[in-house]
């Protein structure tokens, strides 16, 4: 039935990889099993590089998303995430493909199957309104409308509100992200500034991010910026854009990205990407700081401890991503101990009266409400068990296996899995196997796994 069609593809070098799978393929599953977000991400293929190219007006978004992936079966239909916006059309190899959309699965069927192994280009011109996305804890993200302009976050399922994709964190891919928008507003985003030009009254500026990403890391910001671009002294690029009415109150506080820095590759190694920085935007609907890759967004003028802990997630979150937002405490955990052993190293409190601290709190205390190991669902990932609860996890292992092994894991975790994925179990297995003959169990056991308040401190 689709011989003909088979060997159209054939005759047109570009759409090779439409060629001729035995049968037909079948379709890539609509979601990635996450056990609190089912319906995001999608199998079937792994997505490589996605060129974004979005033009902002007012209120109104047109994009044009290409997508470069690999297929990992044989592929009859494949599909993106995309929450709203209406699809004007999808190509696949540059043929057009039928579209079919339901909730936010939108179904592509390229005119020929898809062979395992091949690299396809999807591009999908899509156009309308952006939606903001009320998560299951309350909090807002997605494409959230500033006084100035508009301000596009993803943690955890965001991203699929203003561009298609496999939105799920086990799938990492390199960007280019093209924004035009009217001359007078910047674009940022992540990654480094490729290009800018001005014609017929608009403005572009390209963003290029050549370290693998996860989706919901990705970041627009659009508005009135004070921006600075120099070099920290050890030549790392670092590009700051805060909205003009904070820029007085924040400059003392940016000005330390260099020294914060610093002091994170001294204790986490190198520093993974080609620059750092932030965003500082008062947008009216976030009210939450978020570790996008390269510069983290702050809804005002941060407080030390809160730069120290999203810089920290450029290691421990965005280089090496958590595998299912089941694993959450991986990042969040490590962020917070950031903070804690940022404190122990510049006259504060030690880790260990932290730790104490909230060891005190009660047994019906929310920290105790769930194992950080195990969320009790959607709405908690960013609760207290995850954060403060995580960093005791880390605080335990310290104990266990003293500073020198504790230290040199701080590192080698990160470099292990630089610019990958992982999630729990290989974060015990990886600390059991270089940790011989000390007992983590009861680590596992009380703190990481177990319900309710330890014990034992
Ligand atoms: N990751 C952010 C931080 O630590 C907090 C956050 C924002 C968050 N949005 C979220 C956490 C959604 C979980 C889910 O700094
Ligand atoms: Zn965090």
Known sequence: MRSSRYSAALAVPLVLALTACSGAGSPGAAGVRDPYFPRMGNGGYDTTHYSLTLGYERDRLTGVADITARATQNLSAFNLDLKGMTVDGVTVGGRRARVERAGQELTIRPDASLRKGATFRTVVRYSGRPEKITDPDGSEEGWLPTEDGVLALGEPTGSMTWFPGNHHPSDKATYDIHVTVPEGLEAVSNGELAGKRTTGGRTTFDWHTAQPMASYVA????????????????????????????????????????????????????????????????????????????????????????????????????????????????????????????????????????????????????????????????????????????????????????????????????????????DTADFTAYVEKHNPGKDLRPVWDDWLYGNGKPDHP
């Open 219 to 422: 970041m627009v910001a659009i508005g009135k910026f004070d921006t600075k671009a120099y070099n920290t002294p050890d030549g790392l690029p670092v590009y700051t854009a805060v909205d003009a009415e904070e820029a007085g109150a924040s400059a003392s506080i940016l000005a330390r990205i260099p020294e914060v820095i610093a002091w994170e590759t001294k204790t986490f190694g190198r520093y993974p990407f080609s620059s750092t920085g932030a965003v500082i935007d008062r947008d009216g609907d976030s009210g939450y700081a978020l570790e996008t890759q390269n510069r983290p967004v702050f809804p005002g003028t941060p407080e030390l401890p809160t730069l120290v802990h999203e810089l920290a997630h450029e290691w421990y979150g965005d280089s090496v991503t958590p595998k299912s937002w089941r694993d959450m405490w991986l990042n969040e955990g490590f962020a917070t101990y950031g903070e804690w052993l940022w404190e122990e190293q510049h006259d504060g409190d030690s880790a260990q009266e932290s730790f104490d601290h909230y060891y005190a709190k009660g047994g019906d205390d929310p920290i105790w409400a769930f194992p950080p190991g195990k969320p009790s669902g959607a709405a908690h990932i960013s609760d207290p068990p995850v954060y403060q609860r995580g960093a005791m996890v880390l605080h335990k292992i310290r104990e266990t296996i003293g500073d020198a092994r504790f230290f040199a894991l701080l590192k080698s975790w990160p470099a292990a899995h630089r610019y990958g994925n992982a």
